[in-house]
């Protein structure tokens, strides 16, 4: 929708304090007011200010009062596409259908004669009472996106230009996990590795996809269940670690099979496509997560992380009475997972563009349960080691007529179990005829 330049800055002068400094190019050019629009819960960034060393920011929110809406977080670079980051919204105050918002954690970098701030996503957090689809998989949408696709650049007279950029949108997404066996440790029990991953497909034809930038974040958990008991599980959780991740085609990741180790094996592609990811691990993926890749392009292969499982068994002790079994798991949540921007090729043009993406996250159940490796051997390999084990067995007892009679042990048993049984039907039968 246009906007009126007069009116945009009428109303940010009019609502906020001085020492405001706006660039007099308001967002889309524009020739009209911002009106209301009944049913309509998008919002939109419409001019970036600096203010006292904070850099306000000011959102179109087209409902106006009908629904008490808030921005959450942006997608924001200073420089280049693949130096996005996340930046959380604190809301300041609003008039009408426009509202101000200052940027948490940020200070502008006065030393900059020019300064850039490319926008390229607004967020709102996820609510299904404003029509926000629910997610068909096992997924669950925290921040619904919004495009901007404008860039702000300050410059040293106070005025600043205005310039649109692409964007991308991802479409199809679902965030999962694969799990492989990693192991027995003394200390740590049971160990598996969990390969954390995003599947998705785009509004735009990709011939291949090249570099991807990603945004996660990652928790420890712990969670303790009591085993054949109805008492839901306790779960503790640490502090949430923010990540970037810039993810490149010929970035690969892999460990070889060591069945001794109980070690499952693995080789992938940071990035892949969905075929290559059915074609490597299809028949060990969950029919509901095979169905939830239905419809998707591409694999994000971005984060790996520890699971442990430890079991006690339970019974009754001395001076404590009886203690449950119980099952100790150890794990990472990863959660907030969006993407910034993708580098690829289409009909041999490259293209670096800003992604729209919602924040999503996927359960704690993997996609890939963990197959746990034995060796594999030929018939011929076993009848070797049964026949070295008879030699054996013959040196250590004397000879091989012990063997023998070793040998026929379980047939002497089953004749005297069929002649048992032949007995009992005989005394069944003559019991009748009496």
Known sequence: MKRSILALIFALVTLFSPGLTVGATAASGATEEFPVIEGDYSLDVVQVAEQNGALSVFVYKPCGDEKPLRAS????????????????????????????????????????????????????????????????????????????????????????????????????????????????????????????????????????????????????????????????????????????????????????????????????????????????????????????????????????SRYTERYNEGGYYEYVGYVPSTLFETFEKVSNVTIFRLAYITDGKYYDVAALDSISEGDLNPDKPPKYPGPTIEWWVYLLIALAVLILLSYLFGGITVIVKILLLPVKLAVWLLKALGKGIGALFRRKNE
């Open 73 to 304: 977080y942006m997608n924001m670079t200073l420089s280049t596409p693949d130096e996005y980051n996340l930046y959380a919204l604190e809301f300041v105050q609003e008039t009408g259908t426009l509202q101000k918002y200052v940027v948490k954690d940020f200070t502008v970098d006065a030393t900059q004669a020019t300064r850039k701030y490319e926008i390229s996503t607004i967020y709102r957090p996820w609510d299904q009472s404003l029509g926000d689809a629910i997610p068909d998989d096992d997924n669950t949408v925290l921040q619904v996106p919004y495009p901007v696709g404008h860039s702000w650049t300050m410059k040293e007279d106070g005025t600043c230009d205005l310039e649109d950029i692409e964007l991308i949108k991802i479409e199809d997404k679902h965030v999962g996990f694969l799990r492989y066996a990693d192991g027995f440790n003394l200390f740590l029990g049971l160990t598996d590795i969990d390969s954390h991953y995003v599947a998705f497909s785009t509004d735009r034809e990709i011939d291949e996809l090249l570099q991807a930038t990603l945004y996660f974040t990652h928790q420890s958990m712990t969670r303790t269940t009591v085993v054949l008991s109805d008492e839901e599980p306790t779960v503790t959780s640490g502090t949430s670690e923010p990540e970037i991740v810039d993810l490149k085609s010929t970035d690969l990741v892999e460990r070889d099979e060591s069945w001794l180790g109980l070690k499952e094996g693995y080789h992938y592609n940071r990035i892949q496509t969905t075929d290559a990811l059915l074609e490597a691990e299809g028949d060990l993926m969950t029919e509901e997560s095979k169905a939830a890749l239905e419809g998707t392009e591409w694999v994000l292969r971005f984060y790996e």
